[in-house]
């Protein structure tokens, strides 16, 4: 287990077919959605760009579970 802030978001719906693509820019399950798929690909930038980690879990028709762990060493920046 990684030390640090986990905060899970995590949903009963209709799960992703391929979570492996979510968060590549324009990916969108369903065509015919409203909507730009650009959202997680946008928030994956962020991630890079910081000390956290993203672990994205889903299974289809069963639902997802999207964990973001913000790392000891961020937090102890932020707070030193």
Same mark, same amino acid.
Request: net charge neutral; charged share 25%; proline share 0%.
């Given at each position: 287990?990684i030390?640090?802030v ?12 391929h979570p492996?693509k979510i968060t590549?820019r +324009?990916?969108?399950e369903?065509?015919n959605?409203n909507? &730009?798929g650009?959202g997680?690909? %946008?928030?994956k ?5 910081s ?8 299974? +289809?028709?069963?639902g997802?579970t999207?964990t973001?762990? &913000?790392?000891?060493?961020l937090? %102890?920046?932020?707070?030193t």
């Open positions: 287990m030390l640090g986990h905060y899970t978001i995590q949903d009963y719906g209709q799960g992703i077919k492996e590549n +324009y990916y969108r369903q065509e959605k909507g &730009f650009i997680m690909n %946008i928030v930038s962020i991630v890079d760009k000390d956290i980690t993203m672990d994205i879990q889903s299974t +289809y028709l069963k997802t999207v973001y762990i &913000f790392n000891k060493s937090l %102890i920046d932020k707070v």
